[in-house]
């Protein structure tokens, strides 16, 4: 039996981590160890709770106003200390955050094999995401094995000298939790949403928090969605409202009043997955949004300058707008007034799962150990069916 710690501290990561973690509990050849390093504490702790997922070692990490070197070196200090990295057979981090890369430099530093699952993303420009793409391009140069989410992310890997044969493209586990979320749907648990369902104006969800986009371009981006409320009474925009007081300082005097315009606090993953379907039309900075939203045929305006999840740009499921006020309006009332525009961006193919990468990312992890055979790749497309023919969840 094979010793896997599972290092992560943010609501996405224990998304995207829960489908592995409860594969591996289930499989004899494993035994997980979760170290929760708690960097979202407020928002994580609620998440783990809906997987069912109890943390065997929890760092408590957090502390009021942190800078990102404190928090980063926090978690590098608080998984060196003690024997957490004792026993393990690999450590498998996620994604690009500061506990990605503090829990790969503590397996480093203990001799420990990394395996990276959502590898490879890349946006080529090293402020943005800020830290996040320097980050993830670092886990790289030292992991073992590397999961990488699509074609693209393992061709990225391969360019800057990864080996190929340490390279396993899986789809990303996000479509796997969203699955698991559409068949176990509960209800919004916010009083301002009550009836969402039976309202039958056009929903917009929007979502904005990156480090980028605090001060000018959120109010641009906050800007916009008041513009769309008072031109459009056909629409009604939820906007769930990152903690972060950066966040809330600009969007609340900008939005308060405006009656078909609802901000709401973060909701728990079961009630976004709700939220998410309910939706027509999804605005966000969020990079979960980049993938959920073409995962459910939901038409999705990235407002970003660039991204690294450009697969699905190119299948047209999601269309990258900027912060620009005049440029989202546009967008949107391009969406909401041309039917055949709507329907393109519906129906294109979700570049970014099929359901089974858990599936693919336990073969992967079960080969490097010489336990099982090869993973077969995942391939964009093979089981595309048209959103218009999905059978609703």
């Not at 693209?152 to 698991?180: C, Y």
């Not at 600009?250 to 997955?273: A, E, K, Q, R």
Request: a negative charge; charged letters at 25%.
């Amino acid at each position: 039996m094979k010793n896997i710690g599972i290092v992560f501290g943010t609501r996405p990561e224990a998304v995207k981590f829960a489908p592995i973690i409860h594969a591996l509990i289930q499989d004899p050849r494993f035994r997980p160890v979760l170290i929760s390093t708690g960097q979202h504490r407020e928002m994580l702790d609620s998440t783990l709770e809906e997987f069912g997922i109890t943390p065997d070692v929890e760092l408590r990490i957090m502390k009021e106003q942190q800078t990102l070197s404190q928090v980063t070196h926090r978690i590098l200090e608080g998984l060196c200390s003690g024997d957490h990295m004792e026993g393990l057979d690999a450590v498998m981090v996620h994604g690009d955050t500061a506990t990605t890369l503090a829990g790969a430099l503590a397996a480093l530093h203990r001799s420990v094999p990394i395996i990276h699952v959502e590898a490879g993303l890349r946006s080529g420009n090293n402020y943005s995401p800020f830290p996040e793409e320097v980050n993830r391009k670092l886990v790289a140069q030292i992991a073992a094995l590397h999961l990488a989410p699509t074609p693209g992310n393992s061709a990225n890997l391969i360019r800057e000298g990864v080996r190929e044969h340490s390279i396993v493209i899986t789809g990303n586990t996000i479509v796997d939790a969203l699955q698991w979320g559409m068949n176990n749907l509960r209800g919004y648990g916010e009083p301002a949403l009550t009836d969402l369902d039976s309202d039958p104006r056009k929903v917009i969800l929007s979502t904005t928090h990156r480090r980028e986009s605090h001060g000018r371009p959120m109010r641009e981006i906050a800007a916009a969605l008041a513009d769309i409320a008072r031109r459009r009474e056909d629409v009604r925009i939820v906007v769930p409202l990152h903690l972060n007081p950066k966040v809330r300082e600009v969007m609340v005097p900008i939005l308060s009043g405006i009656p078909n315009v609802d901000m709401v606090d973060p909701l728990p993953y079961l009630s976004f997955c709700r939220l998410l379907q309910r939706s027509d039309l999804i605005l966000s900075d969020s990079s979960g949004a980049e993938e959920e939203g073409p995962a459910l045929g939901k038409p999705t305006l990235v407002l970003r300058e660039i991204t690294e999840r450009s697969e699905s740009i190119l299948t047209g499921s999601s269309r990258l707008v900027s912060r620009n006020r005049g440029q989202i309006v546009h967008e949107v009332e391009r969406l909401l007034d041309d039917a055949n525009a709507y329907m393109e961006m519906a129906t294109a193919i979700n570049p970014y799962g099929d359901g089974k990468a858990t599936e693919r990312t336990i073969a992967a992890v079960a080969h490097y150990f010489k336990l099982g055979p090869a993973a077969m790749p995942f391939v964009p497309g093979a089981d595309f069916v048209p959103a218009q023919t999905r059978t609703a969840a």
